[in-house]
């Protein structure tokens, strides 16, 4: 059970849960003794809560890193077995790892999203304590999952997140030289200036970027594409157009999800 619960809050970052308060609800009546279920209710919060506040997708991401981090090294405080990600700290024998979980991941999103404590985080931060029995283990885990949230806060107060960055798009255009192709300013701009969770730089693995407009490289590989990609392109073989045609398929999918 424990495996469990290190797994799923290792990957609570990556889950999409968009079930709302409705698949939030059916987490909670599974089997309340499952670990696991808490970090799965937890990541169906914090969605709920993005959309609410119409929180554009690189600060989801990014908040949700914060979540399963705070998430994993409160378990870690109170189960040990692994090496803890940010905050190395020692819980009470006995803690619950289930509060400490609810606490956590509370208290992450209060902090970043504080508008939707009254409304979302508060009711379900009550809600999974009440499936939990009064003691000192309940408190315990509490305490814990505060503590490692309060200091990891403090560790990425000045991480970059969030930070005005405007871009400035040439003009006129220049060729070679991105420019945004809607009318509101491009998103999540900060990112590639904030401290990184695990490397040692921003920049680390960044490729190099594409060749010059000049060269004999980049003409080759642009009339590569636009044969290779022509509606009536004869050299693209069967498994790459039905490739493209299911990932346009997901695309539309997604697309009227998101309208």
Request: proline residues 10%; aromatic residues 8%; glycine residues 6%.
């Amino acid at each position: 059970m424990r495996a469990r619960l290190i797994t799923v809050a290792l990957v609570a970052v990556l889950a999409a849960g968009l079930g709302g308060a409705a698949a939030a609800n059916r987490a909670h009546a599974q089997q309340a003794s499952a670990p696991d279920m808490y970090v799965s209710f937890w990541d169906r919060i914090a969605n709920q809560a993005f959309t609410a506040s119409a929180v554009p997708p690189p600060d989801g991401s990014v908040i949700s890193a914060y979540v399963g981090i705070a998430v994993y090294d409160s378990v870690m405080a109170i189960e040990g077995g692994y090496q803890p990600f940010a905050v190395d700290v020692d819980a009470p024998h006995g803690a619950s790892p289930e509060a400490a979980v609810v606490a956590a991941a509370h208290a992450i999103l209060v902090h970043y999203l504080p508008e939707q404590q009254e409304a979302i985080l508060d009711p379900a931060y009550d809600e999974s304590l009440a499936t939990m029995p009064d003691g000192q283990a309940k408190d315990d885990g509490v305490a814990a999952g505060e503590y490692v949230a309060r200091v990891f806060i403090r560790q990425r107060a000045d991480d970059g997140f969030r930070v005005n960055v405007e871009y400035i798009p040439p003009d006129p255009p220049i060729p070679g030289v991105w420019i945004p192709t809607a009318q509101t300013p491009p998103l999540g701009t900060y990112m590639p200036n904030m401290t990184p969770f695990s490397l040692g730089r921003p920049s680390q693995f960044r490729p190099g970027g594409p060749p010059r407009l000049s060269s004999r490289r980049w003409a080759r590989e642009y009339n590569e594409v636009k044969e290779i990609g022509s509606r009536t392109s004869t050299t693209r073989t069967p498994s790459a157009s039905s490739a493209a045609s299911s990932a346009a398929s997901i695309r539309v999918s997604w697309d009227l999800r998101l309208a």
